[in-house]
């Protein structure tokens, strides 16, 4: 017997707000430089405070490897997906 293990709404609104975390960091270092760009610009796109943005990433280097992980991931498919047969 084989159990699916499903994730509570709880843990799939944490993994999303993470996602989202990922995704406007990208968002602003893409328009802004990694540099340029503060934590509070990644939460305020987001309209979070500081405090929930920490509870996911340590740091601002720290969401950056999220992001290059993140996009490396995306490309991999895509290219994966262009090779597939048709």
Same mark, same amino acid.
């Given at each position: 017997?084989? /159990?699916? @293990?499903?994730?509570? #709404?709880? $843990?799939? +609104?944490? &993994?999303?707000? #993470?996602?989202?975390?990922? $995704?406007?960091?990208?968002? /602003?270092?893409? /328009?802004?430089?990694? @540099? ?7 939460? #305020?796109?987001?309209?979070?405070? @500081?405090?929930?943005?920490? #509870?996911?990433? /340590? +740091?601002?280097?720290?969401? *950056?490897? @999220? ?10 498919? &895509? *290219?994966?997906?262009? +090779?597939?047969?048709?």
């Amino acid at each position: 017997m084989s /159990e699916k @293990h499903t994730l509570s #709404r709880a $843990e799939r +609104n944490r &993994l999303q707000l #993470r996602a989202d975390i990922v $995704e406007a960091a990208f968002i /602003e270092f893409s /328009e802004r430089g990694y @540099h340029q760009t503060a934590i509070a610009d990644i939460a #305020r796109r987001l309209g979070i405070g @500081h405090g929930t943005f920490y #509870r996911y990433f /340590e +740091n601002k280097r720290d969401i *950056l490897d @999220h992001v290059i992980s993140d996009t490396m991931t995306r490309l991999a498919a &895509l *290219l994966a997906g262009e +090779n597939a047969p048709t």
